[in-house]
Protein backbone atom coordinates (compact mmCIF):
# COMPACT_ATOMS: atom_id res chain seq x y z
CA UNK A 1 0.00 0.00 0.00
CA UNK A 2 1.44 3.05 -0.72
CA UNK A 3 2.01 6.84 1.31
CA UNK A 4 -0.34 8.26 -0.96
CA UNK A 5 -3.52 5.71 0.23
CA UNK A 6 -2.13 5.37 4.18
CA UNK A 7 -3.16 9.48 4.16
CA UNK A 8 -6.20 8.66 2.48
CA UNK A 9 -7.18 6.47 4.69
CA UNK A 10 -6.58 8.37 7.18
CA UNK A 11 -8.26 11.87 6.49
CA UNK A 12 -11.33 10.60 4.66
CA UNK A 13 -14.78 9.90 6.57
CA UNK A 14 -16.60 8.21 3.17
CA UNK A 15 -19.78 10.15 4.52
CA UNK A 16 -20.14 13.07 1.31
CA UNK A 17 -19.89 12.91 -1.93
CA UNK A 18 -17.07 15.23 -2.04
CA UNK A 19 -14.95 12.38 0.07
CA UNK A 20 -15.83 9.83 -2.27
CA UNK A 21 -14.33 12.51 -5.61
CA UNK A 22 -11.65 13.15 -3.14
CA UNK A 23 -10.61 9.58 -2.80
CA UNK A 24 -11.38 8.08 -6.33
CA UNK A 25 -9.44 11.12 -8.06
CA UNK A 26 -6.64 10.38 -5.73
CA UNK A 27 -6.60 7.23 -6.43
CA UNK A 28 -6.70 7.47 -9.73
CA UNK A 29 -3.56 10.25 -9.68
CA UNK A 30 -2.00 7.72 -7.65
CA UNK A 31 -2.21 5.03 -9.98
CA UNK A 32 -1.19 7.56 -13.46
CA UNK A 33 1.93 8.79 -11.09
CA UNK A 34 3.03 5.07 -11.62
CA UNK A 35 1.57 4.14 -14.74
CA UNK A 36 2.87 7.27 -17.11
CA UNK A 37 4.79 9.21 -14.95
CA UNK A 38 5.91 12.60 -13.16
CA UNK A 39 6.56 14.46 -16.38
CA UNK A 40 3.40 13.25 -18.15
CA UNK A 41 1.47 14.18 -15.11
CA UNK A 42 2.22 17.80 -15.04
CA UNK A 43 1.26 18.18 -18.51
CA UNK A 44 -1.80 16.64 -17.98
CA UNK A 45 -2.42 19.28 -14.35
CA UNK A 46 -1.44 21.76 -16.56
CA UNK A 47 -4.24 21.16 -19.38
CA UNK A 48 -6.73 20.69 -16.62
CA UNK A 49 -5.97 24.27 -15.39
CA UNK A 50 -5.84 25.44 -18.18
CA UNK A 51 -9.52 23.96 -19.37
CA UNK A 52 -10.67 24.60 -16.08
CA UNK A 53 -9.68 28.31 -16.12
CA UNK A 54 -11.49 28.92 -19.44
CA UNK A 55 -14.46 27.39 -18.47
CA UNK A 56 -14.51 29.82 -15.24
CA UNK A 57 -13.92 32.63 -17.58
CA UNK A 58 -16.37 32.13 -19.34
CA UNK A 59 -19.04 31.06 -16.68
CA UNK A 60 -17.77 34.51 -15.81
CA UNK A 61 -18.50 36.53 -18.68
CA UNK A 62 -14.51 37.49 -19.38
CA UNK A 63 -14.84 36.18 -23.34
CA UNK A 64 -11.31 37.22 -24.12
CA UNK A 65 -9.45 35.67 -21.75
CA UNK A 66 -11.44 32.76 -21.83
CA UNK A 67 -10.57 32.76 -25.96
CA UNK A 68 -7.01 33.12 -25.11
CA UNK A 69 -6.22 30.12 -22.16
CA UNK A 70 -8.83 28.06 -24.91
CA UNK A 71 -6.34 28.92 -27.88
CA UNK A 72 -3.20 28.24 -25.27
CA UNK A 73 -4.96 24.80 -24.58
CA UNK A 74 -5.49 24.23 -27.99
CA UNK A 75 -1.51 24.98 -28.63
CA UNK A 76 -0.83 22.85 -25.74
CA UNK A 77 -2.65 19.95 -27.02
CA UNK A 78 -1.63 20.16 -30.96
CA UNK A 79 1.76 19.58 -30.09
CA UNK A 80 0.95 16.35 -28.24
CA UNK A 81 1.72 12.95 -30.34
CA UNK A 82 -0.83 10.79 -30.76
CA UNK A 83 0.65 8.19 -27.79
CA UNK A 84 0.27 11.07 -25.58
CA UNK A 85 -3.16 12.42 -27.21
CA UNK A 86 -4.52 9.05 -26.43
CA UNK A 87 -3.38 8.65 -22.65
CA UNK A 88 -4.63 12.37 -22.03
CA UNK A 89 -8.09 11.29 -23.35
CA UNK A 90 -8.07 7.98 -21.18
CA UNK A 91 -7.05 10.02 -18.02
CA UNK A 92 -9.87 12.23 -18.66
CA UNK A 93 -12.15 9.94 -19.44
CA UNK A 94 -11.57 7.07 -16.82
CA UNK A 95 -11.42 10.31 -14.25
CA UNK A 96 -14.99 11.10 -15.22
CA UNK A 97 -16.36 7.29 -14.90
CA UNK A 98 -15.16 7.48 -11.34
CA UNK A 99 -17.01 10.43 -10.95
CA UNK A 100 -19.87 9.04 -12.15
CA UNK A 101 -19.64 6.90 -9.76
CA UNK A 102 -19.42 8.42 -7.07
CA UNK A 103 -22.45 10.77 -8.15
CA UNK A 104 -24.29 7.72 -8.43
CA UNK A 105 -23.37 6.35 -5.05
CA UNK A 106 -24.60 9.53 -3.67
CA UNK A 107 -27.60 9.85 -4.89
CA UNK A 108 -28.54 6.12 -3.92
CA UNK A 109 -26.78 6.91 -0.58
CA UNK A 110 -29.21 10.44 -0.16
CA UNK A 111 -32.39 8.04 -1.01
CA UNK A 112 -31.79 5.63 1.97
CA UNK A 113 -32.19 8.73 4.45
CA UNK A 114 -35.55 9.62 2.87
CA UNK A 115 -37.66 8.93 5.50
CA UNK A 116 -40.73 9.10 2.79
CA UNK A 117 -40.68 9.27 -0.60
CA UNK A 118 -42.84 11.52 -2.03
CA UNK A 119 -43.72 9.32 -5.48
CA UNK A 120 -43.43 6.02 -3.87
CA UNK A 121 -45.91 3.59 -4.55
CA UNK A 122 -47.24 3.61 -1.38
CA UNK A 123 -47.53 7.32 -1.89
CA UNK A 124 -49.58 7.22 -4.99
CA UNK A 125 -51.92 4.93 -4.32
CA UNK A 126 -52.31 7.07 -0.55
CA UNK A 127 -53.31 9.78 -3.07
CA UNK A 128 -55.52 8.04 -5.13
CA UNK A 129 -57.75 6.59 -2.49
CA UNK A 130 -57.91 10.04 -0.39
CA UNK A 131 -58.70 11.55 -3.99
CA UNK A 132 -62.01 9.24 -4.34
CA UNK A 133 -60.19 6.46 -6.15
CA UNK A 134 -62.13 3.19 -4.27
CA UNK A 135 -60.27 0.44 -3.31
CA UNK A 136 -61.81 -2.21 -5.72
CA UNK A 137 -61.23 0.53 -8.84
CA UNK A 138 -57.52 0.96 -7.84
CA UNK A 139 -56.86 -2.80 -7.30
CA UNK A 140 -58.66 -3.60 -10.70
CA UNK A 141 -56.72 -0.81 -12.32
CA UNK A 142 -53.07 -1.88 -11.27
CA UNK A 143 -53.58 -5.50 -11.93
CA UNK A 144 -54.68 -4.41 -15.81
CA UNK A 145 -51.49 -1.86 -16.29
CA UNK A 146 -49.22 -3.05 -18.94
CA UNK A 147 -45.57 -1.85 -19.86
CA UNK A 148 -43.56 -2.81 -22.36
CA UNK A 149 -40.02 -2.66 -22.27
CA UNK A 150 -38.11 -3.06 -25.15
CA UNK A 151 -34.51 -3.99 -25.28
CA UNK A 152 -32.28 -2.55 -28.27
CA UNK A 153 -28.44 -2.35 -28.67
CA UNK A 154 -26.03 -0.95 -30.68
CA UNK A 155 -22.51 -0.36 -31.16
CA UNK A 156 -22.16 3.36 -30.34
CA UNK A 157 -23.97 2.17 -26.84
CA UNK A 158 -21.87 -0.75 -25.66
CA UNK A 159 -19.23 -0.09 -23.52
CA UNK A 160 -17.04 -3.78 -22.52
CA UNK A 161 -18.51 -6.00 -19.89
CA UNK A 162 -15.04 -5.99 -18.83
CA UNK A 163 -15.42 -2.09 -17.56
CA UNK A 164 -18.88 -2.49 -16.80
CA UNK A 165 -17.86 -5.15 -13.93
CA UNK A 166 -15.14 -3.29 -12.55
CA UNK A 167 -17.59 -0.18 -12.40
CA UNK A 168 -20.10 -1.94 -10.31
CA UNK A 169 -17.41 -3.25 -8.06
CA UNK A 170 -16.20 0.53 -7.40
CA UNK A 171 -19.54 1.29 -6.54
CA UNK A 172 -19.55 -1.73 -4.26
CA UNK A 173 -16.53 -0.92 -2.76
CA UNK A 174 -17.97 2.69 -2.17
CA UNK A 175 -21.38 1.50 -0.38
CA UNK A 176 -19.19 -1.21 1.69
CA UNK A 177 -17.04 2.16 2.73
CA UNK A 178 -20.34 3.71 4.28
CA UNK A 179 -20.64 1.36 7.16
CA UNK A 180 -20.33 2.55 10.03
CA UNK A 181 -18.59 0.13 11.57
CA UNK A 182 -15.85 -0.31 9.77
CA UNK A 183 -12.30 -0.27 11.42
CA UNK A 184 -9.41 1.88 10.03
CA UNK A 185 -7.27 -1.49 9.03
CA UNK A 186 -11.28 -2.27 7.32
CA UNK A 187 -10.80 1.22 5.42
CA UNK A 188 -7.21 0.59 4.56
CA UNK A 189 -8.04 -2.99 2.98
CA UNK A 190 -11.19 -1.30 1.19
CA UNK A 191 -8.99 1.47 -0.13
CA UNK A 192 -6.06 -1.23 -1.64
CA UNK A 193 -9.63 -3.37 -3.37
CA UNK A 194 -10.29 0.21 -5.08
CA UNK A 195 -6.58 0.92 -5.96
CA UNK A 196 -6.54 -2.55 -7.93
CA UNK A 197 -9.83 -1.87 -9.28
CA UNK A 198 -8.68 1.25 -10.45
CA UNK A 199 -5.46 0.23 -12.00
CA UNK A 200 -6.64 -2.69 -13.67
CA UNK A 201 -9.33 -0.26 -15.66
CA UNK A 202 -6.01 1.70 -16.43
CA UNK A 203 -4.62 -1.30 -17.74
CA UNK A 204 -7.64 -2.20 -19.26
CA UNK A 205 -8.07 -1.67 -23.44
CA UNK A 206 -11.21 0.15 -23.40
CA UNK A 207 -11.38 0.05 -26.59
CA UNK A 208 -12.48 -2.70 -29.32
CA UNK A 209 -10.48 -3.20 -31.43
CA UNK A 210 -12.83 -5.45 -34.19
CA UNK A 211 -16.59 -4.42 -34.92
CA UNK A 212 -18.68 -5.98 -32.56
CA UNK A 213 -21.10 -8.34 -34.54
CA UNK A 214 -25.16 -8.49 -33.60
CA UNK A 215 -24.50 -11.70 -31.35
CA UNK A 216 -21.74 -8.96 -29.22
CA UNK A 217 -24.59 -6.41 -29.05
CA UNK A 218 -27.48 -8.97 -27.58
CA UNK A 219 -24.83 -10.43 -25.15
CA UNK A 220 -24.18 -6.70 -24.15
CA UNK A 221 -27.68 -5.96 -23.70
CA UNK A 222 -28.55 -9.61 -21.80
CA UNK A 223 -25.81 -8.24 -19.61
CA UNK A 224 -27.91 -5.61 -18.31
CA UNK A 225 -31.02 -8.31 -17.99
CA UNK A 226 -28.86 -10.01 -15.87
CA UNK A 227 -26.65 -7.27 -13.64
CA UNK A 228 -29.73 -5.50 -13.37
CA UNK A 229 -33.14 -5.72 -14.19
CA UNK A 230 -33.40 -9.65 -12.82
CA UNK A 231 -33.17 -7.97 -9.23
CA UNK A 232 -34.94 -4.44 -9.89
CA UNK A 233 -38.09 -5.72 -11.45
CA UNK A 234 -39.20 -8.19 -8.81
CA UNK A 235 -37.90 -5.70 -5.89
CA UNK A 236 -40.46 -3.23 -7.77
CA UNK A 237 -43.13 -5.37 -8.29
CA UNK A 238 -43.02 -6.63 -4.38
CA UNK A 239 -43.08 -2.78 -3.07
CA UNK A 240 -45.77 -2.35 -6.04
CA UNK A 241 -47.86 -5.11 -4.37
CA UNK A 242 -47.44 -4.34 -0.32
CA UNK A 243 -48.52 -0.42 -0.95
CA UNK A 244 -51.63 -2.52 -3.11
CA UNK A 245 -52.17 -4.94 0.01
CA UNK A 246 -52.26 -2.06 1.89
CA UNK A 247 -54.77 0.21 0.31
CA UNK A 248 -56.82 -2.46 -1.03
CA UNK A 249 -56.38 -5.57 1.01
CA UNK A 250 -55.44 -7.53 -1.83
CA UNK A 251 -51.47 -7.78 -3.00
CA UNK A 252 -50.83 -8.13 -6.74
CA UNK A 253 -51.79 -11.82 -8.00
CA UNK A 254 -48.95 -13.86 -8.43
CA UNK A 255 -50.34 -14.83 -12.16
CA UNK A 256 -50.00 -10.15 -13.16
CA UNK A 257 -47.65 -9.54 -15.08
CA UNK A 258 -47.34 -5.42 -15.04
CA UNK A 259 -43.96 -5.28 -16.35
CA UNK A 260 -43.16 -6.90 -19.78
CA UNK A 261 -40.17 -7.63 -21.79
CA UNK A 262 -39.76 -7.43 -25.77
CA UNK A 263 -36.47 -7.21 -27.30
CA UNK A 264 -35.14 -5.94 -31.02
CA UNK A 265 -31.64 -7.61 -30.43
CA UNK A 266 -30.55 -9.89 -32.79
CA UNK A 267 -33.60 -9.24 -34.93
CA UNK A 268 -33.78 -5.58 -36.01
CA UNK A 269 -33.18 -5.64 -39.94
CA UNK A 270 -34.05 -1.76 -40.69
CA UNK A 271 -31.18 -1.73 -42.54
CA UNK A 272 -28.37 -4.07 -41.07
CA UNK A 273 -27.31 -6.61 -43.62
CA UNK A 274 -25.40 -8.31 -40.92
CA UNK A 275 -28.68 -9.33 -39.15
CA UNK A 276 -30.01 -12.71 -41.01
CA UNK A 277 -32.18 -15.12 -39.86
CA UNK A 278 -29.21 -17.32 -38.52
CA UNK A 279 -27.90 -14.25 -36.15
CA UNK A 280 -31.69 -13.82 -35.17
CA UNK A 281 -31.69 -17.42 -34.22
CA UNK A 282 -28.54 -17.72 -32.27
CA UNK A 283 -29.46 -14.52 -30.28
CA UNK A 284 -33.04 -15.97 -29.47
CA UNK A 285 -30.91 -19.20 -28.31
CA UNK A 286 -28.74 -17.29 -26.56
CA UNK A 287 -31.14 -15.74 -24.34
CA UNK A 288 -32.88 -18.70 -23.42
CA UNK A 289 -29.99 -20.10 -22.24
CA UNK A 290 -29.19 -16.92 -19.88
CA UNK A 291 -33.02 -16.97 -18.97
CA UNK A 292 -32.42 -20.97 -18.04
CA UNK A 293 -29.38 -20.09 -16.19
CA UNK A 294 -30.66 -17.66 -14.29
CA UNK A 295 -33.86 -20.34 -13.05
CA UNK A 296 -31.38 -22.40 -12.51
CA UNK A 297 -29.29 -19.79 -9.94
CA UNK A 298 -32.72 -19.17 -8.10
CA UNK A 299 -33.64 -22.73 -7.77
CA UNK A 300 -30.20 -23.55 -6.18
CA UNK A 301 -30.66 -20.66 -3.69
CA UNK A 302 -34.38 -21.72 -2.75
CA UNK A 303 -32.74 -25.40 -2.05
CA UNK A 304 -30.57 -23.37 0.52
CA UNK A 305 -33.19 -21.06 1.50
CA UNK A 306 -36.04 -23.52 2.21
CA UNK A 307 -34.61 -26.27 3.95
CA UNK A 308 -37.75 -27.39 5.88
CA UNK A 309 -38.35 -31.10 6.34
CA UNK A 310 -41.76 -31.06 6.80
CA UNK A 311 -44.64 -29.46 4.32
CA UNK A 312 -48.51 -29.32 3.68
CA UNK A 313 -50.60 -32.60 2.79
CA UNK A 314 -51.08 -30.57 -0.43
CA UNK A 315 -47.38 -29.48 -1.31
CA UNK A 316 -46.32 -32.97 -0.91
CA UNK A 317 -48.70 -34.41 -3.29
CA UNK A 318 -47.84 -31.84 -6.07
CA UNK A 319 -44.66 -32.54 -5.54
CA UNK A 320 -44.98 -36.30 -5.97
CA UNK A 321 -47.28 -35.19 -9.33
CA UNK A 322 -44.26 -33.06 -10.42
CA UNK A 323 -41.83 -36.56 -9.82
CA UNK A 324 -43.74 -38.26 -11.66
CA UNK A 325 -44.40 -36.21 -14.70
CA UNK A 326 -40.68 -35.68 -15.05
Known amino acids: MTDTTDDIAEEISFQ?????CKLLGNLLNDVLQREVGHKFMEKLERNRILAQSAC???MAGIEDAAELLEKQLASEISNMDLEEALTLARAFSHYLNLM????????VR????????SKSCDDIFNQLVQGGVSPDELYTTVCKQEVEIVLTAHPTQINRRTL???HIRIAHLLDYNDRPDL??????????????????????????????????????????VEQSL???????????SNALKKHTGRALPLT???????????????????VTAKVTRDVSLLSRWMAMDLYIREVDSLRFELSMNRCSHKLLRLAHELLEKG
Request: aromatic content about 8%; overall charge negative; charged content about 30%.
Open 100 to 107: GIAETHHR
Open 183 to 224: THEDKEMAIEDLMREITSIWQTDELRRHQPTPVDEARAGLNI
Open 164 to 166: QYK
Open 230 to 240: WRAIPHYLRRV
Open 16 to 20: SFDDD
Open 256 to 274: CTPIKFGSWMGGDRDGNPN
Open 56 to 58: NMR
Open 110 to 117: KSRNFTHL
